[in-house]
């Protein structure tokens, strides 16, 4: 999936780099062009009195210089079909990527281990909360269970030495 992924952008950085550097040609060679026939005329002119450039060049004299990049042109054909090229492959281009994706990738130990590592890891803390929770419990029913004996305990006491001090009292009294 990967490599096909990295063909799919390096098809299209080059589709790219490609329409660039044509649209580029085809700028600079439309001002040669230009350039050529305006320093054609100019040394026709300049040469008209024996006869032109073709009378001194002879042979080799060239007066034809091919429209390829004019609209309509090879190169403008190029860039068009490129342009064409680029839109139907954006245009194919299907964004698979969803949120559960990650976890169906894979071979089959690693789509096992994405799904036990969250149990397991569950599983853990449960066991770490449970075991912190049971002795928290156990603390407060300890507590609970000692206040409520030390509680009685006083309550108890108290009803004994109050019964001491009264008889005690009640000795004074008679003596």
């Known amino acids: 999936m990967l490599q ?4 799919d952008y390096r098809f299209g950085t080059f589709a790219n780099i ?23 005329t100019v040394l026709d002119q300049l040469t008209a009195a024996s ?11 060239c007066t034809f210089i091919p429209e390829n990049d004019a609209d309509g042109g090879i190169i403008q054909q190029a860039i068009v079909n490129l342009t064409a090229l680029r839109m139907a492959v954006d245009g194919d ?9 990650w976890m169906t990738s894979g071979p089959w130990y690693h789509i096992l281990l994405k799904f036990l590592t969250p149990v397991a890891t569950v599983l853990l ?4 909360f449970i075991s912190c929770i049971l002795q928290c419990l156990r603390l407060m029913i ?19 030495y109050l019964k001491l001090l009264e008889q005690a009292e009640n000795m004074d009294t008679a003596v």
Not at 4 to 7: A, P
Not at 51 to 61: D, S
Not at 93 to 101: G, R
């Open 4 to 7: 096909t992924e990295t063909l």
């Open 51 to 61: 006869g032109g450039v073709c009378a001194l060049v002879g042979t080799f004299c």
């Open 18 to 40: 490609t329409i660039r550097a044509l649209e580029d040609v085809k700028e600079e060679l439309t001002a040669l062009r230009m350039m050529e026939l305006q320093d054609c």
């Open 142 to 160: 300890t507590h609970a269970v000692s206040n409520s004996v030390r509680d009685a305990l006083l309550q108890e006491h108290r009803e004994v």
């Open 93 to 101: 281009h299907v964004n698979k990527v969803d949120w559960l994706s």
């Open 125 to 128: 803390l449960f066991c770490v």
